[in-house]
């Protein structure tokens, strides 16, 4: 069992940043690959960003290329947000990955999740 608590979210204008954190507990972090998940109002749960256990592979949805990073330290994974968008608000959800799969787009890839932060941007 591993817990999940996020934190970080709140009200930016487009072109802000936010950094979202995520903070484990229960079991090794080390044994966990993260993700970063969002939902829309009326939309489903998509994937954001990935990091692996060692924190050396990421994976980066094309919406959030070249603005998003996702960095793990300690037992806490990060997603830096930067040059925000309104298409970027959304509830944000971390998860964990028990597996050694490569990659995890899929909510079904995951064990746990947090209960979410919410991300507002505004035009």
């Known amino acids: 069992q591993v817990q999940l608590v996020e934190s970080g979210g709140g009200l930016v204008q487009a072109g802000g940043s936010l950094r979202l954190s995520c903070a484990a507990s229960?079991?090794?972090?080390?044994?966990?690959?993260m993700g970063w998940f969002r939902q829309a109002p009326g939309k489903e749960r998509e994937f954001v960003a990935r990091?692996?256990?060692?924190?050396?592979n990421t994976y980066l949805a094309d919406s959030v290329k070249g603005r998003f990073t996702i960095s793990r330290a300690s037992n806490t994974v990060y997603l830096q947000m930067n040059s925000l968008k309104p298409e970027d608000t959304a509830v944000y959800y971390c998860?964990?990955?028990?597996?050694?799969?490569?990659?995890?787009?899929?909510?079904?890839?995951?064990?746990?999740w947090g209960q979410g932060t919410q991300v507002t941007v505004s035009s």
């Open positions: 229960g079991r090794t972090f080390s044994n966990f690959a």
């Open positions: 998860a964990a990955d028990s597996t050694y799969r490569v990659s995890g787009y899929s909510t079904y890839n995951y064990d746990y």
């Open positions: 990091i692996s256990r060692s924190g050396s």
